[in-house]
């Protein structure tokens, strides 16, 4: 069993910065690929960046060269650093975990967090 507990959300302008944080309990956190999903009102939730347990990265279009996934695996932690955001970044934004980064990239991993709310407004 995996625990994935998100923090730094919040709201901020366009243009500006935020890191999401993923803390992950209860495992061997270094054997598992680690994503970051989305979900606006209204919209399917997205992949947004996944990272492999080797560090290789994998990322939406629509966030290429803004947002960065890295990992620490000393920390069991897994950050999503977000730059030049934009209102439809807007969402409720996922941690998401699963050994097999097939599963991770297909949208059915086997662990969730409970999701950090991201708005960007004026």
């Known amino acids: 069993q995996v625990q994935l507990v998100e923090s730094g959300g919040g709201l901020v302008q366009p243009g500006g910065s935020l890191r999401l944080s993923c803390e992950a309990s209860?495992?061997?956190?270094?054997?598992?690929?680690m994503g970051w999903y989305r979900q606006a009102p209204g919209k399917q939730r997205e992949l947004v960046a996944a990272?492999?347990?080797?560090?290789?990265?994998n990322y939406a279009d629509s966030v290429k060269g803004r947002f960065t996934i890295s990992r620490d695996n000393g920390k069991n932690t897994v950050y999503l650093q977000m730059n030049s955001l934009k209102p439809e970044d807007t969402a409720v934004y996922y941690c998401?975990?699963?050994?097999?980064?097939?599963?991770?990239?297909?949208?059915?991993?086997?662990?969730w967090g409970q999701g950090t709310q991201v708005t960007v407004s004026s």
């Open positions: 990272v492999s347990n080797g560090g290789s990265a």
């Open positions: 998401a975990a699963d050994v097999d980064i097939r599963d991770l990239l297909r949208g059915t991993p086997d662990y």
């Open positions: 209860g495992s061997i956190f270094r054997i598992y690929a």
